[in-house]
């Protein structure tokens, strides 16, 4: 069984910046790829980005591409999420989840996730 926490949510100006912040424990071998979703108001859970524990490769919506930036901290068994040049559409909540294994190459499929945090509530101000 793994437990996700996320933190760091907040109210920002559009042009600013946040860090998210994911907590995981238990089950090591279930959690092999962490990734970050998010819902808008009246739209569904999209991906966001993803991570690997075993290695440096991350994956990203295009969306958020070049604006975010997913990270990990293997010792402290944290995930990050850097969020810059937010926009009023990165409004949402936030999701942290965790899979053993991707059925594709970007692991942006939400259904492969079975472990999911609380969520965090990001909203940007324009």
């Known amino acids: 069984q793994v437990q996700l926490v996320e933190s760091g949510g907040g109210l920002v100006q559009a042009g600013g910046s946040l860090r998210l912040s994911c907590a995981a424990s238990?089950?090591?071998?279930?959690?092999?790829?962490m990734g970050w979703f998010r819902q808008a108001p009246g739209k569904e859970r999209s991906f966001v980005a993803a991570?690997?524990?075993?290695?440096?490769?991350?994956y990203y919506a295009g969306s958020v591409k070049g604006r975010f930036t997913i990270s990990r901290d293997n010792a402290k068994r944290m995930v990050y999420l850097q969020m810059n040049s937010l926009k009023a559409e990165d409004t949402a909540v936030y999701y942290c989840a965790a899979t053993p294994y991707c059925s594709t190459y970007r692991c942006d499929v939400q259904t492969d996730y079975n472990y999911w945090g609380q969520g965090t509530q990001v909203t940007v101000s324009s």
């Open positions: 238990g089950g090591t071998s279930s959690s092999n790829v």
């Open positions: 991570i690997r524990w075993s290695s440096d490769t991350t």
